[in-house]
Structure formats: structure tokens, C-alpha cells
């Protein structure tokens, strides 16, 4: 059932100190979005990345342009345009090709072979996906708007607001598409607004009746089928990442105000809160007054890991309840919580609050976890036990693989 405590709706939620140099990035990254300038050789950071379901290749586009492909078997790299919207790298559920779209505004279907399955003209791209049998193409555009198709067949999803953009809000809408016909979408969360029922508000307006702010901004559960939302999903706060599980079954998100969520598709009224690592679980029925060690179920956390030296503040804490980016990693539907900053993950199971191991993803090079214009940037294959991460400070991948039975994750490879 819902275990969120209503006092923690006014948590900050940002970082103003920060607000003058983070828009000015916004901008950066956004224009780079759209650019026709022709980068040089340096690879910049990773902005999007995709691994094949059977963890052998990741494609990715960086900052700089580049569209990559990575051989994470032989070690090798091979740029294959330096032309490339830089959201747009997907590879494709079981299949070895991927989705990219140039800076002329084509969107490509390209085998690892090279191989072009398809190709069509369509807007800048700020994130998209497309189903096995390249059926069910969804894109975002900068304004959070998605949309089903392409060409005269394409068709507004969500189009009911100009704001929030990529631009106002300093990340991309984040979409995950499942095998069973559902997919997610989630921007930022707001919980009265996401609180306000569907059937009250239309998800596709006139072009001359667009609102201020989108009533589907936080995280929606959606039918491709149908195109329609078969739920909102309510109790983040602020920039907000979800991930629907490869069968559908569950849905997990986090925030950067430090909640996280997860949801059974099939009971979709029943809310459940992650522990935080910190403190548990919140009892919504401490008796009033009670002190701290009352209100806060701790009884299955485990040992936090700390730095051997603290910090500034005199912090020793290396895992932040503040999250990124999800990602499931095995078909068993445990997945990793990707802390904003951090090179620590957390390892859950789906349908369980509680954190199950802590993870070192290793501080050099440090994993991209440190902007949220960037969560694009990890990726996995579940059938395939893989992790792929960018790189903080440069344009390099570092691979990782998790062993479901012995719980371990273990770096293979660092790609420059």
C-alpha cells in the first residue's frame, strides 16, 4: 500500500547555487541536439548508449556528434558518423541493429553489419524506441511531447503542454518500452499534478490550446496499442527516472528528492516506497510523537558501505537515496538504482523495498551519474547480465557483468 508521508512533499528540491551554470549546460547540450557543425576526432561524453540483448555490442552518441559502435567482446570501437543527434542511440530488443537519426533529421534502422533496415525523415529526437519487429516507434521531442510513427502516419501520444522541456527542466523524457505492449514515460514529478485523475485531462490538445504545463509529466504507464495512459503513477518529486521490467510486471522509479517507487502493473492502486538506505522504511502508523527509532522500519537494511576519509561536510556516506537512472539487469527482474553523483549502486528485487547488495562501479574512471541531461547514458541487457556505463570526464564506455547467483558485479572492460 502507499507508505509515502505527506511532510515530505516540501523537501528541496533543488540545488539554486547550482541554477546559473546548470542552464547554461541545459543550453549547451540542448543546441548540440540540433547542430550541423561537424565535430572533430575527440570523442565527447557519452549522451546516449544502447546495449544489444545479447550483451556482444553498445552503440552510443556523444557530445562531439559521434555515433559509436563498440564491440564489447574483441575490445573495439568503430566510429561510424560524426554527424549524429546525440540522443539518439537505441539498440534494439533482439535484434542487432539500432536506432539513429543524423543531423539532417533522418532516423536510421542500421544493422551492426551496416546494414540500413530503414530509414526516414523525422523531428530531432530527444530519446525514442521501437519494438522487436520495428513496429511501435515512439519519440519524444525537446518540449516532452511523444509521438507514435512517423511520416503522414505519425501521430501525437502526448501533446498537451509546451513546458516541461528539456531546456526548463535539464533532462530528456525518459521512455521504456516492455514486451508486453506497455511502456513508461517519465520527466518530472509533481505530485498534485500527477495526482489529478486521466479521465480530466485530455493527454493530446490543439496546437492552439497548449497549456503552460503537462499534466503527464511525472511517470505514466501507457498501452502502445491503444496509445492511451493506463495509468499515472503518483509520489515523485522534481526529475524523476523509471523503468518498466522486460516482461511488464513491474514498474520502479526514483527522484532526485530522494524517493523511490515501484509498482505490480497488475495491482496498479497498490503503491510501494524503497527503503531509504539510511533509515528504512516509514511507518505510516508511529504512534504521534513518537521519536525516530519508532517511525522507521530498519529491520532488513544492511551494512552501508563508507569512505575511508570523510568529506567536506564530514560525510563518510558513498550511496545517495537521490537517483538518476533505473535499469533492470538480469530477467529475473532484480535491477540497480543509480545514485545522482555517486559511483555506488544499489542492487533491488522487483516487488521487494529493500536494498539487497551495494555495488562499487569504481571512481576512475568515474561512471556517468553526475548529470541528469545524461541519464541516457547507462544502459543494459538484462538476457545478458550486462551493464554499460559512460564516462563522467571523457568519451569512453566501461562494461560490467552481474552474476544473479553469487550477487556480484564485476568490470570487464574500459573502452577509450
Not at 58 to 74: D, F, G, M, R, Y
Not at 139 to 161: C, F, K
Not at 330 to 345: A, K, P
Not at 356 to 370: E, I, M, V
Request: net charge negative.
Amino acid at each position: 500500500m502507499d507508505a509515502i508521508r505527506n511532510s515530505d512533499k516540501h523537501r528541496a528540491s533543488g540545488r539554486w547555487v547550482q541554477l546559473g551554470l546548470a542552464l547554461f549546460v541545459i543550453v549547451l547540450l540542448t543546441g548540440c541536439a540540433v547542430s550541423r557543425h561537424q565535430p572533430g576526432g575527440q570523442l565527447g561524453p557519452v549522451m546516449a548508449l544502447g546495449v544489444s540483448s545479447d550483451g556482444r555490442y553498445a552503440i552510443s552518441t556523444h557530445q562531439s556528434k559521434h555515433l559509436v559502435l563498440w564491440n564489447l567482446q574483441e575490445h573495439s570501437r568503430d566510429i561510424l558518423s560524426t554527424n549524429a543527434n546525440i540522443y539518439s542511440a537505441y539498440f534494439i530488443r533482439n535484434r542487432n541493429a539500432f536506432l539513429w537519426q543524423d543531423l539532417n533529421d533522418t532516423v536510421r534502422v542500421q544493422t551492426v553489419d551496416g546494414e540500413v533496415l530503414r530509414q526516414f525523415s523525422h523531428f530531432p529526437t530527444y530519446g525514442h524506441v521501437v519494438g522487436e519487429n520495428l513496429d511501435h516507434y515512439l519519440s519524444a521531442n525537446a518540449t516532452w511531447n511523444i509521438y507514435y510513427g512517423h511520416g503522414d502516419e505519425m501521430q501525437p501520444v502526448l501533446r498537451d503542454s509546451d513546458s516541461p522541456s528539456v531546456i526548463g527542466s535539464g533532462k530528456v523524457l525518459k521512455l521504456s518500452l516492455a514486451e508486453n505492449g506497455y511502456f513508461v514515460s517519465a520527466g518530472s514529478g509533481f505530485r498534485e499534478v500527477d495526482q489529478r485523475p486521466i479521465a480530466s485531462h485530455p493527454t493530446v490538445r490543439p496546437l492552439d490550446d497548449l497549456r503552460f504545463s503537462s499534466n503527464y509529466a511525472g511517470v505514466v504507464l501507457w498501452d502502445v496499442n491503444t496509445l492511451e495512459p493506463v495509468a499515472k503513477l503518483p509520489g515523485n518529486n522534481v526529475k524523476v527516472d523509471a523503468a518498466i521490467s522486460p516482461n511488464g510486471q513491474w514498474v520502479v522509479s526514483g527522484d532526485e528528492n530522494t524517493i523511490g517507487l515501484y509498482w505490480n502493473t497488475d495491482h496498479l492502486n497498490d503503491r510501494y516506497r524503497m527503503a531509504s538506505y539510511y533509515h528504512g522504511i516509514f511507518l505510516d502508523d508511529a504512534p504521534s510523537g513518537a521519536d525516530s527509532s519508532q517511525q522507521w522500519d530498519k529491520s532488513q537494511l544492511i551494512p552501508l558501505p563508507l569512505a575511508n576519509e570523510p568529506d567536506r561536510w564530514g560525510d563518510r556516506s558513498v550511496v545517495t537515496n537521490t537517483t538518476v537512472a533505473l535499469a533492470f539487469i538480469n530477467d529475473s527482474e532484480e535491477f540497480l538504482r543509480f545514485g545522482t553523483y555517486s559511483h555506488w549502486v544499489a542492487l533491488f528485487e522487483a516487488g521487494n523495498p529493500w536494498p539487497q547488495k551495494y555495488f562499487d562501479l569504481g571512481d576512475d574512471p568515474w561512471p556517468s551519474t553526475s548529470s541528469y541531461l545524461r541519464s541516457l547514458s547507462i544502459a543494459t541487457a538484462p538476457q545478458a547480465n550486462v551493464l554499460v556505463t559512460g564516462h563522467r570526464d571523457d568519451g569512453g564506455i566501461t562494461v560490467y557483468r552481474y552474476d544473479p547467483e553469487a550477487q556480484t558485479l564485476t568490470r570487464e572492460w574500459v573502452g577509450e
